[in-house]
């Protein structure tokens, strides 16, 4: 849920094309270009990632045992429609969404998957997933927004949403997912890739498979330790869910082999490490085979991902912080960083923060200026006639990163 990732002022929206990673727009300037809300995270421009940065903050603190400031959860819940969606931001949530309002369907899977942690939002779960079942694609899946082509990353983050939900009726939208499973023979050795081109042929997307091993595991972005075994990639017999998580795990861990780490695909950033597309991984590893599988890309984050992290705030925090769930790694020493207190330090003092037995000293909350970068840029794309992409969760960005 490489969310997965990484918004601020968009100059320029990126062409998604036939079976290619996503390209993206250049990083923007940290400054915001709107007001920022006092219940808002981070400190950067929030138009392309507010809701996502938001419910990532809110998911990874309560996945912690912190219990956030109320008004960090109202500004969330403010910003829903009427009709159960959610767009990036809305500067004026007062002002009725209309026909203008671009709302999408990772905002909204992301939103309910905070809400449905937090508790006691049943309404605006029920409205979000209603509206996400209502926009469900002929296939099964779910594109970035409403009626553009199912991709293998909206599908996955919505399927999390609606499993954390309690929707059971799933069986539609795992066949439309298992559609981007590339074979265990040939190039991508079992990956997920992104879309097909307009040919149909699936391109391995490390982005992609990150998302569809939760997906196809029916897990959310804080997706706890697996205890399933761990095996080559396999084409026997039909492909289940299960198959195709084991498969894209396989691929995802000899992609990390070497380095413990995966690449940059952004054009410019050649040989570059994607420190959050690494993070989605760890988590993907380890729900899909336990923590141990994960063990070399989570040495690799803990050594290297300090300044990523503090560059680009609440949702780098928030990924670590799921990375380190997964696997059972203690957050607040997290290669000598305390996830916790730095990303509480992104946005409102939290109302009450519990502390893991054993767990050392929290460092004192900073202050939210301490995070002024932007965490994801936006991977909203125009897929060859078919309609808008998606919104990478945080996965990948210019001279970063991921």
Request: proline share 5%.
């Amino acid at each position: 849920m490489s969310v997965r990732r990484c918004a601020t002022a968009l100059a320029a929206v990126a062409v998604l094309g036939a079976g290619a990673a996503p390209a993206v727009a250049a990083s923007p300037s940290p400054s915001p270009s709107v007001a920022l809300p006092s219940g808002l995270y981070g400190s950067s421009d929030p138009t392309y990632d507010g809701v996502w940065r938001q419910s990532l903050a809110l998911l990874a603190q309560d996945t912690v045992g912190v219990k956030p400031a109320a008004k960090a959860v109202d500004w969330l819940t403010g910003q829903q429609c009427a009709d159960g969606a959610f767009a990036a931001f809305r500067a004026e949530p007062s002002k009725a969404c209309d026909a203008k309002t671009m709302v999408d369907t990772n905002s909204t899977a992301a939103a309910v998957q905070a809400l449905v942690a937090l508790g006691g939002h049943g309404t605006e779960v029920g409205k979000a997933v209603d509206w996400l079942t209502d926009h469900k694609n002929k296939d099964g899946g779910w594109g970035y927004s409403p009626g553009g082509a199912s991709d293998a990353n909206s599908t996955s983050v919505v399927i999390g949403a609606l499993t954390a939900a309690g929707e059971k009726d799933l069986d539609a939208s795992y066949d439309a997912l298992l559609t981007f499973s590339l074979p265990c023979d040939g190039k991508g050795e079992g990956a997920f890739a992104f879309q097909p081109d307009k040919k149909g042929r699936l391109t391995a997307n490390a982005d992609a498979t990150a998302a569809g091993v939760l997906g196809a595991l029916g897990r959310g972005l804080a997706a706890p330790a697996g205890k399933k075994a761990t095996a080559p990639c396999s084409d026997t017999g039909d492909l289940t869910p299960e198959q195709a998580a084991a498969n894209g795990a396989s691929y995802l861990a000899g992609a990390m082999a070497k380095d413990g780490h995966l690449i940059s695909a952004l054009p410019g950033s050649a040989d570059q490490p994607d420190f959050g597309n690494t993070a989605d991984a760890v988590v993907a590893l380890a729900a899909q085979g336990g923590a141990a599988r994960a063990a070399k890309p989570l040495a690799w984050l803990e050594k290297n991902s300090a300044a990523w992290a503090k560059q680009n705030g609440p949702a780098a925090y928030a990924q670590l912080v799921f990375a380190a769930h997964a696997t059972g790694t203690d957050p607040h020493d997290f290669g000598g960083e305390d996830l916790v207190s730095l990303l509480n330090a992104t946005g409102p003092a939290p109302q009450h923060q519990a502390r893991a037995e054993g767990a050392k000293d929290s460092a004192q909350q900073g202050d939210d200026s301490d995070s002024y970068g932007v965490y994801w840029f936006v991977g909203v794309c125009l897929v060859a006639g078919i309609g808008m992409g998606f919104l990478l969760s945080g996965r990948r960005k210019a001279g970063q990163q991921p």
